[in-house]
């Protein structure tokens, strides 16, 4: 069993920054791929940013460019940095992970990301 615990979560005027972090239970040495996924209200869990073991990223076309998934072996935890957000950024959102020889899916258990003025 693997435990996901996202942070960094909060409230942030539209143009802010965040950065979420995502501390696993267990190395992410045997990750096969890493994901952030966001929920809005009413709306359906949509894939946000991917990152594959051999460091291959995919995005949603909505944050290209303002978005960036990244890892950190050592701490055993990825991220995900938000920049120019937007009021339609605002979302829980929820890390992910799969590991090599498992067959579960791990999720985090979401942060809230507010982006109001």
């Known amino acids: 069993q693997v435990q996901l615990v996202e942070s960094g979560g909060g409230l942030v005027q539209p143009g802010g920054s965040l950065r979420l972090s995502c501390a696993a239970s267990r190395s992410i040495d045997y990750i096969y791929a890493m994901g952030w996924y966001r929920q809005a209200p009413g709306k359906q869990r949509e894939l946000v940013a991917r990152?594959?073991?051999?460091?291959?990223?995919n995005y949603a076309d909505s944050v290209k460019g303002r978005f960036t998934i990244s890892r950190d072996n050592a701490k055993n935890t990825f991220y995900l940095e938000m920049n120019s957000l937007k009021p339609e950024d605002t979302a829980d959102y929820y890390c992910?992970?799969?590991?090599?020889?498992?067959?579960?899916?791990?999720w985090g258990q979401g942060t809230q990301v507010t982006v109001s003025s």
């Open positions: 990152m594959t073991s051999d460091g291959s990223t």
């Open positions: 992910n992970a799969d590991y090599y020889g498992d067959i579960r899916q791990y």
